[in-house]
């Protein structure tokens, strides 16, 4: 499902209500597309199903509309897109760049501790296994009832993107996973992403710092699955009285708790536009009418302090 015209895009995970930080980071998604007169993208990036549910997704999408941040497209839920992530991986494979990777998140941990093993790294374990250590390896999986994880073949040692807000960035490429393996194998995030963004038209990342690290790794799968790599702009997080990132475990304010404190809707966006240097909206509208997306390089913002007159 593409469009001629581009879009930009916000994805939340469902395994809890939207806080915050959350909430400001899609405002500002929403006001980067709009400054760029891009159509906007909603997505459901539910493929943990441990940790993820419907009834979680449809109340995150009730607090974005609340705000006035809505897809003008199809919302797409990951968990039911795994023919095309299939897909994207047959062609990868096609081309000799899967392999099967046989190792457990223990025997992956072990070999990074080793001398010269450069941490955070896959070592590279199952990258070069002759035919006969795969079928090896295979069977002893299929006797504990694992299934192998795919990897991607990476083909060069780093990649970089410019991104808006952050400039050039460039990072080391890893043999990321495709599709998880162990006895519930699922197909894996960085995939997901690349092809849900082609797939919805968008051209326009605007998402967390936290998230700028993967960036890269993304837009270096984009290319090899001959996809168009989106503009990207990695915008600061919210931090916490203490300096430190804001999350609900920390006690970071859902909209349904400050709705529980009479916070209504225009008053959450008006608090979120004096984060981003725009007190006195009430309207997501309002906000576009002056929001400048060379501001999306922004300093870092407290809660409260930053977002309460």
């Not at 929403?30 to 997704?57: I, K, N, P, Y």
């Not at 919210?238 to 400050?258: F, H, I, Q, T, Y």
């Amino acid at each position: 499902m593409t469009s001629d015209r581009g879009a930009g895009r916000y994805a939340p995970t469902p395994s809890g209500d939207l806080h915050i930080g959350n909430l400001r980071t899609a405002v500002a998604a929403w006001l980067a597309a709009a400054a760029t007169d891009r159509g906007f993208a909603v997505r459901v990036d539910d493929l943990d199903e441990e940790r993820c549910d419907e009834e979680t997704a449809t109340r995150q999408l009730e607090d974005l509309a609340a705000l006035g941040v809505r897809s003008d497209r199809e919302v797409v839920y990951q968990s039911r897109r795994g023919e095309a992530y299939r897909a994207a991986a047959e062609r990868l494979a096609a081309r000799g760049l899967v392999y099967e990777c046989y190792c457990s998140r223990r025997e992956i941990r072990e070999a990074q501790s080793a001398p010269h093993a450069t941490p955070g790294r896959y070592p590279g374990t199952c990258r070069n296994l002759s035919e006969s250590q795969r079928r090896e390896r295979r069977a002893r999986l299929k006797d504990q009832g694992r299934a192998p994880a795919l990897r991607l073949r990476a083909q060069a040692p780093s990649w970089r993107i410019e991104d808006r807000a952050r400039g050039s960035v460039e990072r080391p490429l890893d043999d990321i996973v495709l599709r998880r393996g162990g006895q519930q194998p699922g197909w894996a995030y960085h995939l997901a992403v690349v092809v849900d963004d082609a797939y919805s038209g968008v051209d326009q990342v605007v998402r967390g710092a936290d998230l700028l690290d993967v960036s890269p790794t993304q837009a270096y799968l984009a290319s090899l699955l001959g996809l168009p790599e989106p503009s990207y702009a990695h915008v600061s997080l919210v931090l916490d009285e203490n300096g430190e990132r804001l999350a609900k475990r920390s006690g970071a304010p859902s909209a349904r708790d400050l709705a529980e404190e009479g916070w209504g809707p225009g008053e959450l966006l008006a608090a979120i536009g004096r984060s981003l240097g725009r007190p006195g909206a009430g309207s997501l509208d309002e906000l576009a009418e002056t929001f400048d997306p060379s501001e999306l390089a922004d300093p870092p913002v407290r809660w409260p302090a930053d977002f309460v007159a």
